[in-house]
């Protein structure tokens, strides 16, 4: 069975919490951050509903799930002060993971700011070889993200990876995150060159490395080094792409994880897309969805054909034209997904009653192509 979930908040009761939410979604994991990724506050990690939030994992068939470390934490400063704070609070981030009895703690390997790449790989392997060694006695892997290239970040090529893992000592202890969105954006063609690219990562850094894989769209084209997530099937990687990636051999059974934007017309409606992209990848969309679900996809198919328009095409040429016609933007800055819900809502083409996110979760499913509904 395909191992996926998302992101989920671990607020209020924890681990509980975080749970209940996955389990909403019909996640089979889920990721954590242990409190907000823009600062080091922490709650005690006592109070944080862990055992409560076991059961639940147990009882709903969850048994892996994984934790990203804080945004903030960067082991490629050149600043004493900020290298220490990332060493001494990814060490206690390592400590609370390995408590809650989690394997893998997701980390951006840094930045190099004002150095060159050649200092920030040295610098992050140096912060590495600290927060490893004063870690021994847990039973956790720092998984490096595949980072997508923007400002001076480390990790947008394989072989930056690599080069950062060679300089580790006690490198069996460093494992991957593979992030879709970052690798299109890092210029690799996984629309259509996923093998190659897994070959190239074999050979660079070894599959088996692999422990954890984002899966994001991207609202940017292939190279872009922007770092710009998209729902699945409404970014540049389309539904097709991200099927094949999760379902891909060489990736098996690893968590795959959804960091993709909510979705709404104004902020206070935004809802995330998970249910519908989690029941849609891992195949179970009749059963979790419903029939009803997929006659109201019939519906769209049709309605789309009736007007010609063809789901890769229209996303695809509308963040063109967002993204390289600056007076076209500035007349109409709404997103595909935006502009789908629009169209749906001036052409009646769905029964009355459906909420916003109802209407987007079909919207998800319609990018999927009628390919999707034959196979589910």
Known sequence: MLKIGSHVSFSDKGLLTAAQEAVSYGSSTFMIYTGAPQNTRRKPIDSLYIEEGKALMEQSGINEIVVHAPYIVNLGSYKDSTFELAVSFLQEEIRRTDYIGVRNIVLHPGAYTDKDAEYGIA????????????????????????????????????????????????????????????????????????????????RVVGLNRVAVVHVNDSKNSRGAGKDRHAPVGAGWLGHDAIQRIVQHE??????????????????????????????????????????????????????????????????????DLLKN?????????????????????????????LTEEQINQRIIAWFGGKELLARL
């Open 250 to 319: 060489g990736l098996k059974g690893r968590p795959f994880i959804l960091e993709t934007p909510w979705i709404g017309k104004e902020d206070k409606t935004e809802r995330p897309m998970y249910e519908a992209e989690i029941a849609l990848l891992s195949g179970n969309g009749r059963t979790r969805l419903g029939e009803g679900f997929f006659e109201d996809v019939e519906r769209l198919h049709h309605f789309f054909g009736k007007q010609e328009i063809d789901s890769r095409g229209f996303v695809l040429s509308t963040w």
């Open 325 to 353: 016609d600056a007076k076209a933007k500035k007349a109409d800055p709404r997103e595909p997904m935006e502009r789908l819900y629009d169209l749906v809502m001036a052409g009646e083409a769905l029964p009355t009653g």
């Open 123 to 202: 610098r992050i392997a140096e912060g590495l070889n600290e927060v490893l060694a004063g870690t021994k006695e847990t039973n956790v892997n720092i998984a490096l993200e595949t980072m997508a290239g923007k400002g001076t970040e480390i990790g947008r090529s394989f072989e930056e990876i690599a080069a950062i893992i060679d300089k580790v000592q006690d490198n069996e202890r460093l494992t991957v995150c593979m992030d879709t969105c970052h690798m299109h954006d890092a210029g690799y063609d996984l629309v259509n060159d996923l093998d190659g690219v897994l070959e190239q990562f074999d």
